[in-house]
């Protein structure tokens, strides 16, 4: 069975702070690894599709990375607007498994 | 705007009731999805559909119905309410894969809060 495993489930960082969230994954035959942000409210916005491992993928403060296990965002010198939910989601031969995402909150 | 619209932005229905939760996109995409999100459960897909005319179950299909009679629409049909059905709904698209990348991004629309009493 595919598994999406996120961590931290919660994060609190102060502004400029720079952290990394994981994403673990367990699927047959990755053919994708998505990064989404969601706002209390709202639907997922996408913001990364890596497809390889050793692939890289930036986007302002943001940065993905992929292994054959794991990815991870990275987020670079945090101002208060990138608070929100993260979430991951892996794709192998079944269907997209998303992980229950971690809680960013990024005090000024 | 491009983009995908779901309506209602929320309801609140009596068990027994039905209801269908409508979903349209303007982006052309072969692919659409049906999931719910619940807090400490994260997204379950419900149901998709990889093309017009067609459709599959997901992960929580019970209780779930839908139809895909062109590219553009997809409702989702709860044919007789149940309280457990209480969740925000997120319908998605998605283009159809090619060689060079088989399995494309989802683009999600902002979502149905329905609550069942």
């Known amino acids: 069975e595919d598994q999406v495993t996120q961590s931290p489930e919660a994060l609190r960082l102060q502004e400029g702070e720079s952290s990394s969230l994981n994403c673990s994954y367990t699927v047959s035959g990755l053919r994708g690894l998505f990064w989404y942000r969601q706002d209390p409210g709202k639907g997922p916005e996408f913001l990364f599709t890596l497809y390889s491992a050793g692939e890289e993928k930036e986007k302002e403060r943001l940065k993905a990375t992929l292994t054959k296990k794991e990815s991870f965002l990275h987020i670079t010198a945090p101002k208060p607007e990138d608070s929100a939910t993260y979430l991951c989601a892996a794709k192998g031969y079944s269907t997209l498994t998303f992980g229950k995402g971690t809680m960013l909150l990024v005090s000024p | 705007i491009a983009g995908i619209t779901q309506a209602p932005t929320s309801q609140i229905l009596a068990a027994g009731r039905r209801m269908t939760l409508r979903c349209t996109q303007d982006?052309?995409?072969?692919?659409m999805y049906w999931y719910r999100q619940d807090l400490g459960l994260g997204l379950r897909l419900i149901h998709y559909s990889n093309t017009a005319g067609t459709t599959g179950k997901g992960e929580v299909p019970d209780g779930y119905s839908v139809s895909r009679a062109n590219t553009d629409d997809f409702p989702l049909t709860l044919a007789s309410a149940v309280p457990s059905q209480t969740s925000v709904y997120f319908c998605a698209s998605s283009e159809a894969g090619t060689s060079g990348r088989p399995y494309n991004e989802q683009f999600f629309g902002p979502g149905t809060r329905l609550t069942v009493l």
């Open positions: 982006m052309r995409h072969n692919a």
